[in-house]
C-alpha cells in the first residue's frame, strides 16, 4: 500500500496526513475485494523495515493501526471476514496494541466469508528464517525437507500461494513481501497512489489479472496468438 507520504508531500501536508487518508482506502478495497468473491486478501501495513522511519511517524502509526483497528472491527466481523495478522514479534509493538490484534483475530476467527491477512512487522526472509529453525528444531531429516514440508513451518500455513500482487504508486519492488508464497504471483503496479486507490481501480488490477496466462514455467496447450506466448 505505497504513496501515502507522496501523496501528502503533493499536497504540502504532513506525512502523518497521507497515513491517515490511506483508512478510507483500506476499507474500499477490502469491500471490493469481498464484493468480487476474493476469498483471501493481504495488506502489507508494516514491514520489519518501517521502523527505520522517524520515532514520530512510526509512533503515529502505531497509534493510527490501534485507532482503525479497534473502529472498523465490528464492520469487519458483520461482514464474515475472519482477520489475522502476520508479524507482530517485534517487542517495540505497545502492548495494548498486541492486545488489539489478539482480540480482532479471537472474535473473527469462525468467520468464512474471506480471510483478511494484515501484515504487521512482516519480513518475508524473518519468515523463512524461522521456518528453517522450526524445522531444525523438529529434528526433520535432511533428506525428508521438501517443499511441502517447509511450507508447513511458515506463519498460517494453510494460505494459499498468492496469485496477484498490486503495489500502488508505480513502484516495482517486492520490499520483502511474503516471499515464499509470492514465487508465482503475477504483479500489477498502478501509478495511482494508495490514498486515491479505490474499488474501481482495483477491478482494473483483477481484470488485468484475468487477462493473463499463467503457465507456472510451464507451456500452454495452444499458445498461438496469446500475449506473451
Not at 44 to 69: M, Q
Not at 114 to 132: P, Q
Not at 144 to 158: R, T
Not at 218 to 228: F, H, N
Amino acid at each position: 500500500m505505497d504513496g501515502n507520504g507522496r501523496w501528502a508531500a503533493s499536497r504540502d501536508l504532513p506525512r502523518t496526513s497521507g497515513h491517515r487518508a490511506a483508512e478510507a482506502t483500506v476499507i474500499d478495497v477490502i469491500e471490493a475485494a469481498r464484493s468480487a468473491g476474493v476469498r483471501w486478501l493481504s495488506l502489507y501495513a508494516f514491514s520489519t523495515e518501517n521502523w527505520r522511519r522517524p520515532d514520530d511517524e512510526v509512533d503515529y502509526l502505531l497509534r493510527l493501526v490501534r485507532r482503525v483497528v479497534r473502529k472498523h472491527a465490528p464492520l469487519l466481523h458483520a461482514r464474515g471476514i475472519r482477520c489475522r495478522f502476520l508479524g507482530g514479534a517485534d517487542a517495540r509493538i505497545p502492548a495494548a496494541l498486541a492486545r488489539d490484534f489478539a482480540d480482532l483475530t479471537t472474535l473473527t476467527s469462525r468467520n468464512r466469508g474471506m480471510t483478511l491477512t494484515v501484515a504487521f512487522d512482516h519480513g518475508g526472509r524473518r519468515d523463512i528464517v524461522e521456518a528453517a529453525r522450526s524445522l531444525i528444531r523438529s529434528g526433520a531429516a535432511p533428506e525428508a525437507v521438501d517443499e511441502e514440508s517447509f511450507a508447513a513451518h511458515l506463519p498460517f500455513p494453510d494460505t494459499p500461494d498468492v496469485d496477484l500482487v498490486i503495489r500502488t504508486s508505480g513502484e516495482q519492488r517486492i520490499s520483502n513481501f511474503m516471499l515464499w508464497q509470492v514465487a508465482y504471483a503475477e504483479w500489477v503496479f498502478p501509478s495511482v497512489l494508495w490514498p486515491d486507490f479505490r474499488a474501481t481501480h482495483f477491478l482494473e488490477c483483477l481484470t488485468t489479472y484475468q487477462r493473463r496466462q499463467r503457465r507456472f514455467g510451464g507451456v500452454a496447450a495452444d499458445t498461438k496468438g496469446e500475449p506473451g506466448s
